[in-house]
């Protein structure tokens, strides 16, 4: 692959050889051929190799910053439970789901104070640049994850199979969409890059130390993830003393600075990963109050995340027992079971998790991406046993030609999946950037809290409490959302205050929807009381509450998919003498049915899609002053 030293050097020819042979140069003479030393073999590999890395590394870094850019944002829970939360460390003000109540506590604020640091640096900076800079930084973090794996499997497995890894992990769609994802889930997923690489080049520390992290810090059911660490040094090897060491060093070292900060934003002793799995398995109501899915939801997920990758994967058993097989006749089935060892566990561990998540009711496409990693590494591990076993025999010019083709089959589904979600959902993003700049800028933060208890810059009033613009207002700008509460980017995209001065408010108006809203966070002047306050009127059952509405007719500006209207879901297009649009993008009706199993709505085909799908308009509405 590389070129060899021996092709780069240039030879002397025989009339060089006679001259040198002829002549007796002086020392320090201008006939004297000044000697360059050559690079041997091994030297000028390895600077090829690190072009060759370097190049890999740039092409994923710009893969993850594209997504940190035009990736779409497609899950409430991502903007109401972190987003927000954010928002309120950097700027005073956010919405608070039920989750963030001190009487429930399943969420983590030290996960939230992670995002804060690097946030703080840049939160003089415009709030929607703050916001992509985050999503950038998760993307590298995942970016670096991946190279680490990739360099951790050339040289522990081969380097064919960590060039197939490499490429199926860099062109999935899902990881496309999961690495800029402000989601415990999607940090999960970066930090099983990081798990992979540490235990096939057998770092046990640092890889317990992910695990560790992944499930206190991130979610508690990524302990799953471990399972490879446990077998393997507890049952193949003898090394449970480094096993048991570096799982409480790990465990209570991030557990103790987890829970002293939890416990001093929400004011009492908390273990939110605790608290979390004891709703969600144990005593709670579980998650199955917000919808239920059957196990093809994760079927269809899968080939659109992953699309001919879940072939080959399937491809994996009957090569296996064709390997077992061959391994056995040749007498060498031991050395086959230690060689493969590896990979068996992480296919254990991917089936295993599809088991228990497969078996619940609810069912997210975010709860699949902690394994993505493995998705990549054993689709990469199974072309490769294929390339090996039948590809291989063949012709070189066949076997380039039949690898370009699926790999470039495999390319090309990707991005027509990665190009339609963003051409079908990305309106929700654009429309409220461009209603930012309608309302104008005025003040770009009104507060920074930072870590502790300070005050914010928030002016105050003779008695010491913050001034009115504190609390709603008659001069308040009022920006309301019916049924798409659930596509609102976050606070990021919403100015604190217009070019006027005046205070700009996110407000819902009743829908069709029944369950619980968010509200906002307590308006105070310091952080730490509205993280402790506990909030009226909130429930674990996602029971509506009445209390989160405000009427149309109090409504400056209305965000609405365009779409027939009913009893409680208005279409403002019909009301031209009191509602006038100002801003539309194009979005995917999804209520109009589609051809061919809908997969021109779930792949975009130039032309065809656009002849097949049916669009509408995300649009925002200006009220008509009387």
């Known amino acids: 692959m590389f070129a060899s030293s021996e092709n780069l050097r240039e030879r002397p020819n025989k009339t060089s050889m006679k001259n040198r042979k002829g002549s007796t140069p002086q020392k320090g003479g201008l006939n004297e051929e000044p000697r360059r030393p050559i690079p041997s073999r091994q030297e000028d590999s390895w ?31 991502e903007v109401y439970n972190y987003w927000e939360p954010l928002h309120l460390f950097l700027y005073g003000e956010g919405f608070q789901t039920w989750e963030y109540s001190p009487i429930y506590a399943i969420r983590s604020y030290f996960y939230i104070g992670l995002h804060y640091i690097p946030a703080w640096f840049v939160s003089f900076r415009p709030k929607v640049e703050v916001f992509i800079f985050i999503r950038c930084m ?3 973090l995942c970016a670096c994850g991946e190279y680490y794996a990739y360099r951790a499997i050339c040289r522990n497995i081969n380097a064919r199979t960590g060039r197939f890894f490499y490429f199926f992990s860099v062109f999935s769609p899902g990881v496309f969409l999961a690495s800029a994802t402000f989601l415990p889930s999607s940090f999960c997923m970066s930090l099983s890059y990081y798990i992979i690489a540490s235990f096939v080049s057998r770092r046990w520390t640092l890889g317990i130390f992910c695990v560790a992290f992944s499930a206190l810090v991130g979610w508690p059911f990524s302990a799953v993830i471990g399972l490879p660490f446990v077998v393997h040094m507890l049952l193949l090897e003898d090394l449970k003393a480094e096993f048991v060491l570096a799982s409480l060093g790990s465990g209570l070292g991030i557990g103790v600075v987890q829970f002293l900060t939890d416990t001093h934003y929400f004011g009492k002793p908390v273990v939110a990963s605790l608290n979390i799995v004891l709703y969600n ?46 391994s ?45 990693p493995f998705i990549a590494l054993l689709a990469a591990v199974v072309y490769n046993c294929f390339y090996e076993t039948i590809i291989g025999r063949l012709a070189v010019n066949r076997q380039q030609i039949i690898t370009v083709m699926i790999l470039s089959c495999f390319a090309l589904l990707s991005v027509s999946r990665a190009f339609s979600v963003h051409r079908n959902y990305a309106a929700q993003s654009e429309i409220y950037e461009a209603l930012e700049k309608e309302l104008g800028s005025g003040v770009e933060y009104n507060a920074n809290f930072g870590l502790g208890t300070e005050e914010n810059g928030l002016s105050k009033d003779s008695s010491g409490s913050p001034k009115s613009d504190m609390k709603p207002g008659s001069n308040d700008v009022q920006i309301c959302v019916g049924k798409e509460w659930h596509r609102f980017p976050s606070s990021f995209f ?36 509205a993280t402790r306050h506990e909030p009226s ?9 009445t209390s989160r509405y ?33 801003i539309t993008r194009p979005f995917i009706d999804l209520s109009k049915p589609t051809k061919y199993f809908g997969l021109l709505r779930a792949f975009y085909v130039p032309h065809f899609s656009d002849k097949t799908n049916s669009m509408t308009t995300y649009t925002v509405y200006k009220k008509i002053s009387e």
């Not at 619940?360 to 993505?372: M, S």
Request: hydrophobic share 45%.
């Open 47 to 77: 600077s090829n190799e690190q072009d060759f890395d370097l190049t890999m590394m740039l092409a994923l870094s710009a893969f993850r910053l594209f997504s940190g850019f035009f990736g779409v944002i497609n899950d409430c829970d």
């Open 494 to 529: 919403v100015p604190n205050y217009d070019r006027n001065g005046r205070k700009v408010r996110m407000q819902f108006v009743k829908s069709e929807f029944t369950g619980l809203l968010p509200k906002p966070f307590k308006a105070t002047m310091n952080l730490i009381d």
């Open 281 to 326: 398995v144990l005593s709670g109501p579980g998650p199955s109050l917000y919808g239920e899915e059957p196990i093809t939801f994760y079927v269809k997920n899968l080939f659109l995340n992953w699309n001919i990758a879940v072939f080959i994967i399937l491809l994996g058993c009957p090569l296996a027992l064709w390997r077992l097989w061959a």
């Open 537 to 545: 009127d909130m429930n674990d059952m996602n029971k509506e509450e």
């Open 550 to 582: 405000v009427s149309l007719d109090s409504c400056d500006y209305f965000v609405d998919l365009d779409m027939p209207a009913t009893e409680l879901e208005p279409n403002l297009g019909e009301k031209p003498a009191e509602w006038k649009p100002i």
């Open 328 to 372: 056995r006749r040749a007498g060498g089935l031991g050395a086959f079971y230690r060689r493969n060892s590896s990979v068996v566990l992480f296919a254990i561990t991917a089936a295993l998790w599809m088991l228990i998540f497969g078996s619940q009711a609810h069912k997210e496409e975010r709860f699949l991406f902690p394994i993505y």
């Open 138 to 140: 998760l993307s590298l």
